[in-house]
């Protein structure tokens, strides 16, 4: 069964830092480009990361340039997402989803994914 479990969401203060894992479980993340993506409360669901397969370059949206960092392990079919100096406004559900290959040009498209996740919560907070 296709399976992408995301984990390390949580409460944190503004400043601070989480480390989010999206593993995947059912076929091997080594052929998939792996996107975040993250939905506020009223909000629409917005790219947030990409990581491509075989150089794992990256693309990241301007809000998190700079302070978010992906990650990619193979041998452990698990994708990181370090997030640092976090900000009230990254207050969201994170979701890691996959998709063949490379990000491109149209990473921030969620109908371009095959698998999701469920989400993992992640609260800014004083």
């Known amino acids: 069964q296709v399976r992408l479990a995301e984990s390390g969401g949580g409460l944190v203060q503004p400043g601070g830092s989480l480390r989010l894992s999206c593993a995947a479980s059912g076929f091997q993340l080594d052929y998939y480009a792996i996107g975040w993506f993250r939905q506020a409360p009223g909000k629409e669901r917005e790219g947030v990361a990409c990581?491509?397969?075989?150089?794992?370059?990256?693309i990241y949206a301007d809000s998190v340039k700079g302070r978010f960092t992906l990650s990619r392990d193979n041998a452990k079919n698990t994708v990181y997402l370090q997030m640092n100096s976090l900000k009230i406004e990254d207050t969201a559900v994170y979701y890691c989803?996959?998709?063949?290959?490379?990000?491109?040009?149209?990473?921030?498209?969620?109908?371009?994914?095959?698998?999701w996740g469920q989400g993992t919560q992640v609260t800014v907070s004083s």
């Open positions: 990581i491509s397969t075989g150089d794992s370059s990256t």
């Open positions: 989803t996959a998709r063949k290959w490379l990000c491109g040009s149209t990473w921030f498209d969620t109908r371009l994914y095959d698998y």
